[in-house]
């Protein structure tokens, strides 16, 4: 087993100037258009969801340093000698469609990955524009997913965990950041749930290729968890139904910590992101989250579309013990 140092993530309120400044600041992120934008330095991304709170905090990645960051063609990177933060950002105008724009940005990221002394992809997240546009095998979802199995077939069947979101500012550029490590994780799946890159052919032609958790090869646990929303087996549960969808939700995170080694439930060790289709149901999501879960956790929620039409509410995060 190896002994990598945790991952600290925390949702900050500093101005993002003093956060690059510290040394062992991996990344930042940054959530909608009150954001900071993107600039030349490549350990901060400005992404295109909305938070829905008032005043979205800094997503902020710690470990040990030093640091040392640049970009590689279309990669921007960061590093330490044991995690790599990466991030693509692809327009779609320069491409046909969006399975060969998100066939462009996964062998980026391959390429990047495999070049370099951190190979082993831990976690992705995926934002585009318009998830849910087109009807059947035509959505825009399911050409995301051909695009992304096209773009990583060197990396056979070591999936990392990922959540795919609708940009909720519409934007037509995918937007697809990560963290890798130097030793490989553990993948953990999901008894409740098929294994989503055995989804059956309703799903679309091709599966989407994710882990439902990657346990990091760190000394004292640590679970990156995909975007998990009322899913069991292969079908969606409660459509139209907020609540048992959030407690649906809640049911399999539950089970993933279980299957992962029975970890003990989440507590201020912990980050979680909730992503809501609609606007509205914010003030029910919040009061959902506080009787799910002890006031101490830090919690970001981003109005984001899900990549099944009928899935109201997502969430992910990164669950950790010291
Ligand atoms: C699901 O369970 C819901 O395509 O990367 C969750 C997390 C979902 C990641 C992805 C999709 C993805 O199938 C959708």
């Known amino acids: 087993m190896s002994d990598l140092p945790l991952l600290h993530v925390e949702y900050a309120r500093n101005d993002l100037a003093d956060l690059l400044r510290q040394d062992d ?11 900071p934008p993107t600039g030349d330095d490549p350990r901060y991304l400005r992404v295109g969801l909305e938070p829905l709170q008032d005043r979205a905090p800094l997503e902020v990645w710690r470990a040990p340093g030093p640091i040392s960051h640049g970009v590689a063609g279309r990669v921007r990177w960061s590093s330490t000698n044991d995690y790599c933060f990466g991030a693509i950002e692809v327009a779609e105008a320069d491409f046909p ?35 849910n546009e087109g009807a059947g095998d035509a959505e825009r979802y399911k ?20 959540s795919a979101i609708g940009r909720s500012d519409g934007v037509p550029v995918l937007q697809v950041y990560w963290l890798a490590s130097r030793v490989p994780g553990t993948a953990v799946e999901n008894p409740r749930q098929t294994s989503a890159w055995c989804y059956p052919r309703q799903f679309g032609p091709t599966p989407p290729t994710f882990a439902r958790a990657m346990r990091g090869p760190t000394a004292t646990p640590q679970l ?23 407690r649906e939700t809640f049911a399999n995170l539950g089970s993933l910590l279980k299957s992962a080694g029975n970890l003990p439930a989440f507590d201020r060790n912990s980050v ?9 149901d914010l003030t029910r999501v919040e009061a959902a989250l506080g009787g799910y879960l002890p006031p101490e956790i830090p919690r970001l929620i981003l109005l984001g579309d899900i990549c099944r039409e009928e899935l109201l509410v997502e969430i992910d995060g990164i669950h950790s013990v010291r």
Not at 25 to 35: E, K
Request: positive net charge; glycine residues 10%; contains cysteine.
């Open 97 to 131: 469609d969006v399975a060969t724009a998100t066939e462009a940005a996964y062998s980026s990221l391959s390429a990047f990955a495999r070049g370099g002394r951190w190979p082993h992809l831990l976690r992705v997240w995926n934002y585009l524009a318009a998830i």
């Open 272 to 280: 979680l992101k909730a992503y809501v289709r609609h606007r509205e």
């Open 224 to 246: 990156h968890i995909s975007g998990t929303a009322a899913v069991v087996g292969h079908d969606s549960q409660h459509t139209g139904d907020l609540q048992a969808q959030l």
């Open 25 to 35: 600041v991996l990344a930042v992120l940054g959530f909608g258009r009150d954001a």
């Open 143 to 162: 050409h995301f997913c051909t695009g992304r199995s096209a773009g990583t077939r060197e990396l056979g069947t070591y999936f990392p965990a990922a």
